[in-house]
């Protein structure tokens, strides 16, 4: 089989594609998952209940008014329930694809209101959504590995298929919120 192997690369690809990939792969996807969703869930807790030092949704949405969002509580809410699912989402490895747009919409947001700034968050820029937005589409991309609730599901993979969803539907929901709500 050895020589085979050799003269035929072929052989060698199909059976490298169906190995798994190696487990130190599937635990760096597991501590980004963990990290970025677990920080979003939190972010969207702060906005939603008031917990660890946020403003809850009152205090959000008039923040969220000011900022030119009416209602504001409204948007408000659908910012943290956003933030709150989709980072548990991200964390667990569960219905990856949606949790990484749910995301994703929220930073191109956050990103609108913060392009007159510039790039860096020291002038209020782009800078840190565009980093968890990119890592959220990453995700989508790669799948969300071997330590996911999302294993006997057809997405556990990723691809461009769960990337490109991800990014459509995010950029979508985004698209909606500039447009009613502002």
């Not at 990939?21 to 972010?43: K, S």
């Not at 939603?48 to 408000?76: C, E, I, Q, S």
């Not at 392009?115 to 209020?124: A, F, I, R, S, Y």
């Amino acid at each position: 089989m050895r020589l085979l192997a050799e003269r035929r690369p072929d052989v060698q690809a199909r059976s490298d594609a169906l190995r798994s990939p190696p487990l130190g792969a599937d635990l760096g996807l597991l501590l980004l998952r963990l990290t970025v969703g677990l920080l979003m869930a939190g972010h969207g807790a702060q906005k939603l209940f008031g917990f660890y030092d946020g403003y809850g949704l009152g205090g959000t949405g008039r923040a969220f008014a000011a900022l030119g969002f009416h209602p504001g509580r409204f948007y408000a809410g659908l910012a943290g329930a956003s933030e709150f699912l989709g980072g548990l989402g991200l964390a667990a490895g569960l219905f990856t694809p949606l949790a990484a747009a749910a995301v994703i919409g929220v930073m191109i947001n956050a990103m609108i209101l913060g392009v007159p700034h510039g790039l860096w968050t020291t002038d209020g820029g782009i800078e840190y959504p565009l980093c968890l937005g990119a890592v959220a589409l990453s995700i989508a991309a790669i799948g969300p590995g071997r330590f996911a609730l999302d294993r006997p599901f057809r997405w556990r993979d990723g691809g461009l298929g769960c990337a490109a969803f991800a990014l459509g539907v995010g950029g979508l929901g985004a698209a909606l919120v500039q447009l009613l709500g502002l």
